[in-house]
Every structure is written in C-alpha cells, then in structure tokens.
C-alpha cells in the first residue's frame, strides 16, 4: 500500500496578555501557508487504478471510481 503525503495550511494562534479586551486584532489566526484547500486531481490519487486505499488515524479508507465517473469514499 502507497501512502499519499498532504502538506495541510497551519494557523497559530497569538495568546492576548491577561488585561486586553477580547476581540483584539492580536487574537486573529496567523495563516503560515496559502488559505486556499489544495487541490488534487482525482486521476493523480488514482494512478490508473479504480481503488486506492488511505490511511488516516489509524483507519484505511478506500477511494473507489465508479463506471459512472464518480468516487466513493469508504472505511
């Protein structure tokens, strides 16, 4: 089995000194990469096949393509 690899956006949060009034600007996430979701074509993810399972926290899912043209995301 073939993992895919997904760098995600990462935003941190600013913690605001006790004292100044919530709502500050400081309180604003900080977006560290691009805001947009990436975007993969599904025929990348597929390689040629009509399934390809993905790992995710500790559960294999199966992103199936359908004669149809659609996918189905299964656990």
């Known amino acids: ?7 995600r956006p990462v935003l941190r949060l600013q ?3 006790a004292g100044r009034p919530r709502g ?7 977006p560290l990469a691009s ?16 399934v390809v399972e993905i790992a995710h926290n500790g559960s294999v899912y199966r ?7 659609k996918l189905i995301l299964t656990k």
């Not at 089995?1 to 760098?7: A, E, G, K, N, V």
């Not at 500050?24 to 900080?30: F, G, L, R, V, Y």
């Open 1 to 7: 089995m073939q993992t895919l690899s997904i760098d």
């Open 15 to 17: 913690r605001v000194p």
């Open 24 to 30: 500050a600007a400081d309180e604003q996430p900080t």
């Open 35 to 50: 805001s947009a979701a990436p975007s993969f074509d599904s025929m990348a993810l597929l390689r040629g096949s009509k």
């Open 63 to 69: 992103l199936q393509a359908t004669k149809l043209g």
